[in-house]
């Protein structure tokens, strides 16, 4: 497995990571371990959780849940130190989270405090803010820019007294590095700006969507991430499994996500299952398997660091590793971008 620096942390990373946002819903403790179990045989040492999670669906009986399912296999194993672990601060809107409260310079120590005595560990390797006070881009909110809801002073001074909070941390030795998730390009700018300013941890890395269904990220994201030498944690690589073609022609697996969440978070359309035909075509043209074929090619891009995804059944797990080291030739990358160009946002 090629390992890869997360930004400028001195932290190596796996290409590949765990996510384990199913981890209490759709993936039970037993099955999650034999997961991470799995994926370290295969040379995978990166994991990713959040304080919300799991999802699908997302309550307040299950919230911690996945955080305490891997506290629980790092206790048991004993291998804290063969895995990065990466969870996240959750932002407004969950009432069950801190009665829906925004990150604020109050809520970081106590959010910190709660997933470490989750994860069963004395510190957190990469500890992201979900998404941010301004709100996001993501999860089909970028069709209409609304800046009534936003105002430079009071985010600034946000990040200032977050930064002063997260260095505590960083001191204390609660986390070793801090990333952001679901973020824009002014909103990243921002915080690396304002950590040279007044000090702080420096911002390694976001966390956003991205994948060929999704890639809002090739553009300002991208051209920052290169120059500012931040790097991208992919998630929805495979666009929460369209793009393995198991939703082709209406299909709807036994215990799919598709059960749960019929949308799939917004990300059915009309023009979704046209454009996943054009990409599962040029992998039949060139022998490729559709899955592996989507990872690799967000790991192939030049801002990506580490590919986030997730299985929900062990035999998922297996098929995907098997796509280990495979990089695509330049006919297929060409034949991608031409699907791209047909089918730039699908959704």
């Known amino acids: ?12 990373v796996s290409e590949l990571c765990i996510g384990t946002m199913t981890f209490g819903t759709q993936t039970d403790e037993g099955e999650s371990h034999a997961q991470i179990d799995m ?4 040379g995978i040492n990166f994991l990713d959780t959040a304080e919300m999670y799991p999802v699908n669906p997302i309550s ?4 911690g849940d996945s955080e305490v399912i891997v506290g629980n296999w790092i206790a048991s194993s004993g291998r804290r130190n063969d895995v990065v672990v990466a969870t996240k601060h959750s932002g407004a809107g969950l009432r069950h989270i801190r009665d829906g409260a925004p990150i604020t310079a109050c809520s970081i120590s106590e959010a910190i405090e709660g997933s470490l005595k989750r994860l069963k560990t004395d ?5 992201q803010f979900h998404w941010p006070n301004r709100g996001s881009y993501m999860f089909r909110q970028n069709w209409r820019f609304d800046p009534s809801k936003q105002d430079t002073t009071s985010t600034l001074s946000h990040m200032e007294d977050a930064l002063e909070v997260l260095q505590r941390e960083v001191d204390r030795g609660h986390i070793r590095a801090f990333g952001l998730s679901n973020e824009s390009a002014w909103g990243t700018s921002q915080w690396l700006r304002m950590a040279q300013a007044v000090g702080g941890p420096r911002v390694a890395s976001v966390q956003n969507e991205y994948s060929l269904l999704c890639r809002l990220y090739d553009t300002d994201m991208a051209e920052m991430s290169v120059h500012e030498d931040l790097i991208l944690l992919a998630f929805s690589p495979l666009a929460t499994g369209l793009l ?4 082709q022609g209406g299909a709807v697996p036994e215990g799919s996500r598709k059960l749960l969440q019929e949308t799939l978070g917004g990300r059915v359309t009309p023009r979704v299952f046209e454009a996943v035909e054009g990409y599962l075509s040029i992998a039949r043209r060139h022998g490729l398997d559709p899955v592996h074929m989507a990872l690799a090619f967000t790991l192939q891009r030049p801002f990506i660091c580490s590919s986030i995804f997730g299985a929900t ?3 998922q797990l297996e098929h995907i590793l098997k796509m280990d080291g495979l990089r695509l030739s330049d006919a297929v990358l060409d034949e ?9 946002m699908p959704f």
């Open 60 to 63: 307040s009986q299950t919230q």
């Open 1 to 12: 497995m090629k390992m890869n620096p997360l930004g400028r942390t001195g932290i190596k």
């Open 123 to 127: 510190y957190i390797d990469l500890y």
């Open 39 to 42: 994926a370290l045989n295969y």
């Open 244 to 247: 393995t073609g198991k939703y």
């Open 336 to 344: 991608i971008d031409q699907v791209h160009i047909q089918y730039p």
């Open 313 to 315: 059944r062990l035999d």
